[in-house]
């Protein structure tokens, strides 16, 4: 938690040089308190750690500039920031759009920037495959978790029946099963060149495994 907290200051300083320490602190603090809320399984602080690698894996191959994976930790923090399996389908993903633009303005973030984080945090409700550039990698990094090895994908598929328990069995597999395929029927899972030759192939077993076993 504190190296989280620590990361994201200095995240903010390079972005939001101006901002004050205060602000800094109390909106990282209310940010740490909605990923470790109760009712979370899967969209914990393990995912967004788990993000940043990413991030950083990409960063190193030269899919993304310093100061995009930079930005890409915002995003990273705000893209389930509001997080509740019992609200419709994209209503999660515009409220932490919302507390974004709101929270990062209130920083002082330069409004390209803060329309960057919101467009990205938007378009984690479809996952659509972008062209390039930070999109193309925050799109892989979130979906890292598809490629994870056998016991950590079998963990995060346990860990989010968990965050949908009140969900019957029949109508949690037909769900899941909907979201899950349409990753498998296109050309590729991941949008960069680096997830596609490093991610791509165990990411395509693990879906083919868990469809497998919903059906």
């Not at 969209?43 to 993304?64: N, S």
């Not at 056998?150 to 346990?158: G, H, I, K, L, S």
């Not at 037909?174 to 060149?193: I, K, M, N, Q």
Request: with cysteine; glycine share 6%; proline share 5%.
């Amino acid at each position: 938690m504190p190296a989280l907290i620590t990361w994201w200051k200095l995240d903010l300083a390079d972005l939001a040089p101006g901002a004050h320490s205060d602000a800094v602190q109390a909106i990282g603090a209310d940010l740490l308190g909605r990923w470790t809320e109760p009712h979370r399984r899967y969209h914990t602080t393990r995912h967004l750690v788990e993000v940043f690698w990413a991030l950083e894996d990409l960063e190193q191959a030269g899919a993304l500039e310093p100061r995009e994976a930079t930005l890409g930790r915002l995003v990273g923090w705000f893209h389930d920031a509001v997080y509740d399996p019992s609200t419709p389908g994209g209503d999660n993903e515009q409220a932490s759009a919302d507390l974004a633009v709101r929270d990062l303005r209130a920083l002082g973030l330069a409004e390209d920037d803060v329309d960057t984080v919101r467009d990205l945090v938007v378009a984690t409700t479809s996952h659509d495959l972008p062209d390039s550039g930070l999109a193309a990698a925050f799109h892989d990094a979130d979906l890292w978790i598809l490629s994870a090895p056998p016991e950590r994908y079998a963990q995060y598929t346990e860990q989010v029946r968990e965050e949908y328990a009140a969900v019957p069995d029949e109508a949690f597999r037909a769900g899941r099963a909907a979201v899950l395929r349409p990753f498998l029927e296109r050309d590729c899972v991941y949008a960069t060149s680096f997830a596609r030759d490093t991610w791509e192939e165990r990411a395509r077993q693990n879906l083919a495994g868990e469809l497998r076993a919903l059906d």
